[in-house]
């Protein structure tokens, strides 16, 4: 009984404090203005968060680096990164690094 119990306050706690970490900018009567350094970093934000995700995933595999230079993702995360330098669009980034990803694993076996 206690467990659930304690289960229940630590998610009704994480929900308020979500929801009032999230709505602080909206309670304020003004604009919150953030310095000019912290909007110039704001905008590599979205970038950082998807290399956190990615860049671990390329070098293990369940905890060990792959065994071959033959894995799809070292093939398709350089194709990736030259597109995202020439065009500059996020979206189109990942959709060509999983389209290469996909045909060099399930067309090639790799």
């Known amino acids: ?62 905890g060990h680096a792959p065994a071959s230079w033959q894995d799809a993702r070292w093939v398709a995360a350089p194709v990736a990164v030259a597109w995202a330098w020439w065009r500059k669009d996020m979206l189109s980034t990942i959709l060509l690094g999983m389209t290469v990803y996909l045909a060099l694993k399930l067309g090639v076996g790799w």
């Open 1 to 62: 009984m206690t467990t659930d119990f304690t289960m229940y306050v630590a998610v009704l706690g994480l929900v308020v404090l979500t929801a009032v970490t999230r709505a602080f900018f909206f309670l304020s009567e003004r604009p919150l203005a953030l310095p000019e350094l912290v909007t110039k970093g704001l905008k590599y934000a979205p970038l950082a968060a998807l290399a956190a995700i990615i860049v671990p995933d390329l070098w293990f595999v369940q």
